[in-house]
């Protein structure tokens, strides 16, 4: 009897969250359409710019491979020629990040010419997508090779690391426009076929290979992020097993783990940048509860053995994102005045638990930010293409 009344609630949560989705969607689009369609129309003038554009000389990978720096890492003063030094929340300018400010371009394009699609159905937004897509996953001269093998290397230490597979969020609203499109059939099958295979291949190489199975296991925001993007692009090419693993790893390791009791993120209050990690780690797990909550599991509603759910911890975190000048730890060393932009958490959020006042304040919050750091942990800034195919 327990069982039965505990699925006719959830089906009525669920329910309920669909519905407001749908609403939520109709609000967003008339919040943002204008903005949605002027910069489509400019990406619409772009060409694909994909990793083999540079080439970095200190790159151990050929020119397919996505190739980035550690940011945190710098020149030692007192041994030019040596291995680089850490200095923790400090990014060095003059690293290479060409190849993750390509990934980003076009992160932004896809979800913002998929997002004009959602509006106008105007083939010429998926036609353009499309176009990068080619580029970056079908055309053998361009396209990028399905692993970060090379990611956040460190001169005179590593060739590459498992924590730089948290670029790949960037191709997250790449995924999700995939999806979008292929609702809609503008990706040709056989086209289609090669996308979800380079997809496939990544899944394959980032759940095998030691450098994905140690950022797995981080205890922060990177293993918030390796589950993250593993959950959105293992819906694009359907992979029911993993998406289990996924659903599994929130409940039993990412939310007991990484949130006290009071609903903060102790971890990235340790970091020296304690504002922006936890706005950054509660967007994560906020969209991994998105991404994953279906007619079998709402996620928003675990709780961790303390009893604390995800309310909680957007709870903790929503005075100060309204007014950063009330927070009670220390002012991140970098980009303090730079948050908080349109935070995906407060949208999904106010979704998830039909709170209004949470989607009143991240409609007055900054939804199209120019700070590339800002862009770079804001991997969500197309909400459209979350809200139409959940």
Same mark, same amino acid.
């Given at each position: $009897?327990k069982?039965?009344? %505990?699925?006719?609630f959830?089906?009525?949560?669920?329910?309920? =969250?669909?519905?407001?989705?749908?609403?939520?969607?109709?609000?967003?689009?008339?919040?943002?359409?204008?903005a949605?369609?002027?910069?489509?129309?400019?990406?619409?003038?772009?060409?694909?710019?994909?990793?083999?554009?540079?080439?970095?000389?200190?790159?151990?990978?050929?020119?397919?491979?996505?190739?980035?720096?550690?940011?945190?890492?710098?020149?030692?003063?007192?041994?030019?020629?040596?291995?680089?030094?850490?200095?923790?929340?400090?990014?060095?300018?003059?690293?290479?990040?060409?190849?993750?400010?390509?990934?980003?371009?076009?992160?932004?394009?896809?979800? =913002?010419?998929?997002s004009?699609?959602?509006?106008?159905?105007?083939?010429?937004?998926?036609?353009?997508?499309?176009?990068?897509? #080619?580029?970056?996953?079908? !055309?053998?001269?361009?396209?990028?090779?399905?692993?970060?093998?090379?990611?956040?290397?460190? #001169?005179?230490?590593f060739?590459?690391?498992?924590?730089?597979i948290?670029? $790949?969020?960037q $191709?997250?609203? /790449?995924?999700?426009? /995939?999806r979008?499109?292929?609702?809609?059939?503008?990706?040709?099958?056989?086209?289609?076929?090669?996308i979800?295979? +380079?997809?496939?291949? %990544?899944?394959?190489?980032?759940?095998?290979?030691?450098?994905?199975?140690?950022?797995?296991?981080?205890?922060?925001?990177?293993?918030?992020? +390796?589950?993250?993007?593993?959950? /959105?692009?293992?819906?694009?090419v359907n !992979?029911?097993?993993?998406?289990? %693993?996924?659903?599994?790893?929130?409940?039993?390791?990412?939310?007991?783990?990484?949130?006290? *009791?009071?609903g903060?993120?102790?971890?990235?209050?340790?970091?020296? #940048?304690?504002?922006?990690?936890?706005?950054f780690?509660l967007?994560?797990?906020?969209?991994?509860?998105?991404?994953l909550?279906?007619?079998? !599991?709402?996620?928003?509603?675990?709780?961790?053995?303390?009893?604390?759910?995800?309310?909680n911890?957007?709870?903790?975190l %929503?005075?100060?994102?309204?007014d950063?000048?009330? +927070?009670?730890?220390? *002012?991140? =060393?970098?980009?303090?005045?730079?948050?908080?932009?349109?935070?995906?958490?407060?949208?999904?959020?106010?979704i998830?638990?039909?709170?209004?006042?949470?989607?009143?304040? +991240?409609? #007055?919050?900054?939804?199209?930010?120019?700070?590339?750091?800002?862009?770079?942990?804001l991997p969500?800034?197309?909400?459209?293409?979350?809200?139409?195919?959940?």
């Amino acid at each position: $009897m327990k069982k039965i009344i %505990y699925l006719f609630f959830f089906i009525l949560i669920h329910t309920q =969250v669909s519905f407001s989705q749908t609403g939520y969607f109709k609000q967003t689009s008339a919040l943002l359409s204008k903005a949605i369609l002027k910069n489509a129309n400019e990406a619409l003038l772009l060409k694909p710019i994909t990793v083999t554009q540079q080439h970095s000389e200190r790159s151990a990978g050929g020119v397919h491979d996505f190739f980035s720096e550690g940011d945190y890492w710098w020149p030692d003063s007192l041994n030019p020629s040596g291995p680089y030094i850490q200095k923790d929340g400090l990014s060095n300018p003059n690293n290479f990040t060409a190849h993750r400010l390509a990934m980003i371009r076009f992160s932004k394009l896809a979800g =913002v010419c998929t997002s004009a699609f959602l509006l106008t159905k105007d083939t010429k937004y998926a036609k353009q997508v499309v176009h990068h897509l #080619k580029a970056w996953f079908i !055309d053998t001269a361009t396209l990028m090779n399905p692993s970060l093998l090379y990611a956040q290397a460190i #001169k005179g230490r590593f060739t590459g690391r498992g924590v730089g597979i948290i670029d $790949m969020i960037q $191709m997250m609203e /790449v995924a999700q426009s /995939v999806r979008v499109l292929e609702k809609y059939h503008q990706i040709a099958p056989n086209d289609l076929l090669i996308i979800k295979k +380079w997809f496939s291949n %990544y899944l394959t190489w980032v759940t095998t290979h030691p450098y994905g199975i140690d950022e797995r296991e981080a205890k922060n925001n990177h293993g918030t992020c +390796w589950t993250m993007q593993v959950a /959105v692009f293992a819906k694009l090419v359907n !992979d029911a097993t993993l998406i289990d %693993y996924c659903k599994n790893r929130f409940k039993t390791v990412l939310l007991p783990n990484q949130l006290d *009791k009071n609903g903060s993120f102790p971890l990235e209050l340790k970091r020296t #940048k304690p504002f922006g990690y936890s706005i950054f780690n509660l967007d994560a797990m906020v969209t991994l509860a998105h991404v994953l909550s279906d007619e079998r !599991d709402h996620l928003f509603a675990n709780e961790t053995p303390n009893h604390i759910t995800l309310q909680n911890a957007i709870q903790f975190l %929503y005075p100060y994102v309204n007014d950063k000048n009330t +927070w009670p730890y220390h *002012k991140d =060393v970098m980009y303090w005045n730079e948050w908080p932009v349109a935070q995906p958490f407060l949208l999904f959020g106010a979704i998830a638990y039909q709170q209004q006042n949470w989607y009143t304040l +991240w409609k #007055k919050l900054d939804h199209f930010p120019t700070n590339e750091e800002v862009i770079r942990n804001l991997p969500i800034r197309n909400p459209l293409i979350w809200l139409e195919n959940q």
